[in-house]
């Protein structure tokens, strides 16, 4: 049977310690230490999830020295045991040491076993909603109840079904794809470039999973330096590294049970590669600076926009790593690739725009959906999202229209390659004509000719664009009633 935490048990007589651990060592891993002296020198080594104290000490009272614990080593539970049941004692407790429960001599095994099963849990509960360190005067229901309102929001967020897609998008592969994925307990490797929503999938796939009820973490893996990205993983000690300033739990540790999701897992070094395969193989972490190991149950779901495959055979990457990341390869595809999709998407999106900018009457002009499905957006979703946002913003009416930057932008009729004779020996007067006529060009491509949604976007009277289709010889290029 696995371990749950790492108990400390604070007691100057032998016997009490024996007994205690006897109980608990089935379901923690249980350290002694007969003095507070003692208790200093393993909490300055060992990453500890709750403390067990003896409240009469010959040097020290249980309550004196979890104040001092408090301040120094402020992430573990604390709990004192005492055959006396002195009210002032207890008052002191909580108030100044920060004391979860006072636990009465004689203790029942079974009763101390679920005590000390809560303080873990809340222990990790507090890390999981980043309240670490604040009183722990809530109690582990109160705790768990509101993680367990966030998960059932997430899990509704989150959900295969709400990933916005048409019937015949390439998406509807990959949800199917994330749906046998979340059946099971294995790994998934999510590829695909920046911006398709790799982490959308990962959350999907973990609340639809027997995993949905534990935590799910984050970690951009390219975003932090080796010794500071193991820290972050795999925890620290106090002192471990110029920078470890408190101990910290890390983030498979807080997601035991769970997921954890490691994103842009193609930027990371050789020598990490070497320790994250350990972890992964033994299912076991050691903290940075921490005497012992701690087993972890965790399913890792890895995304990278990199040819995980390709770095393989270049030697950036670990082949038996990859192996063991890609047990289930997904692959998300570009925006580009399901244009179906991105009126969907865009509209979506606008409702958020909407709510967030409080301007509930915004909508699209046709022309503007139009311009989103022929672009071919290199950021993917994200890039669409900034894109929406900024037209919002800039927008003086509820009607958003296609943005002339966007077509400049756009790759695939690019405004300044359809006629260009923007050389050197050209006037200014000949230049600014020339990038003119090739604006008109482009949007007289994209609206197929109609003089109507031209002259709407580029912010002319029908005579006006009349006028300058006659003038640089574009007739030909509009509707055959353009000038009737």
Known sequence: MSVQGTILVVDDEVRSQEALRRVLREDFEVLCAGSAADAEKLLEGEIVHAILCDQRMPHESGVSFLKRVREVWPDPVRMIISGYSDS???IAGLNEAGIYQYITKPWQPDRLIDIVKEAVQLYRLQK???TAGVDVKATPEHIKKVVSVKRGAAKQ??????IVHSPDSP?????????????????VLITGESGTGKELLARAIHYGSARASKAFVVENCGALPDEL????LFGCKKGAFTGAYQDRIGLFEVADGGTIFLDEIGETSPAFQVKLLRVLQESEIRPLGAQRVRKVDVRVVAATNRDLEAEVEAGRFRRDLYYRLAA???HMPALRERPMDIPLIAEGVLSSVKTSFNRPSLRFAAPALEAFVKYHWPGNVRELQNEIQRMAVLADADELRAPLQLGRRNSRQPAMAVHGKLNGSATLKDKVEDLEK????????RYEGNISRVASELGLSRVGLRNKLSRYDLRKNAKGDAFS
């Open 229 to 232: 990205l193991e820290s972050e």
């Open 171 to 187: 998406m509807h592969a990959v949800i199917e794809l994330g749906r046998r994925a979340a059946e099971y307990d294995i790994s």
């Open 88 to 90: 002032e004692d207890i």
């Open 438 to 445: 090739s604006v008109i060009i482009s949007y007289l491509e």
């Open 157 to 162: 967020l989150y959900d295969f079904n709400r």
């Open 328 to 330: 289930f390869p997904v």
């Open 128 to 130: 999981e909603t980043e």
